[in-house]
């Protein structure tokens, strides 16, 4: 019996590939492989009909680094967003998180990675330069740094604040601390950390 998503069948091959993405594992790729097979109408077909699709026509915004299908995204060409503030965040998975919440209304800016000076990514390798020229272009007055708390997306947001500094817009960063519904004794120490020095008064 052939053992499938070893060989060069198309269906090995389709797996093989299936396997790679994030989350799914050779086990995975071959239940939902043999699933799409046997609901072919219905899974199979539109997958790959979307699929050619999203390889024909979907692209990088030109302005923000969002995805789009064409030359910009939904939200930048959208009459509804505040064109004068400016979310940055590191990967369109984080824009999406943040569009999850729907609680900000203005445009986004992708950077499409953090600086890492042990993998040589610098400003250059990044989408730091054109966040620049959209601060400068006189219409923003704020931009929101949302990168992850971790070392190289906090140098990076410091790096962020300090190349806009000149231009004396409003700069500032998503709070971090205990997320709505958490407990204390889950907690890591650095997150209690950061939650006791962002308190408010209530």
Known sequence: MADYGNG??????????????PGLGPRSARRAVLTMIRRRDVLLDPLAKALDEVA???REC???GNIASGP??????SPERRAGEI???????????MERGGMFNGRYHVLGGVLSALDGIGPEQLRIPSL??????GEVSEVILALNATIDGQTTAHYIADQLAPLGIRVTSL??????????????DGTIGAALLARRTL
Do not use: H, K, N
């Open 175 to 188: 709070a971090q601390g205990v997320p709505i519904g958490g407990e204390l004794d889950y907690l890591d």
């Open 62 to 64: 030109d302005l923000c």
């Open 132 to 137: 620049l020229a959209r601060a400068g272009d």
């Open 56 to 58: 024909r026509t979907v």
């Open 72 to 77: 910009l995204c939904e939200v930048c060409t």
């Open 87 to 97: 979310c940055v965040v590191e990967s369109v998975a984080d824009l999406w998180a």
């Open 8 to 21: 060069t069948s198309p269906v090995e091959r389709l797996i093989g590939m299936m396997a790679r993405l």
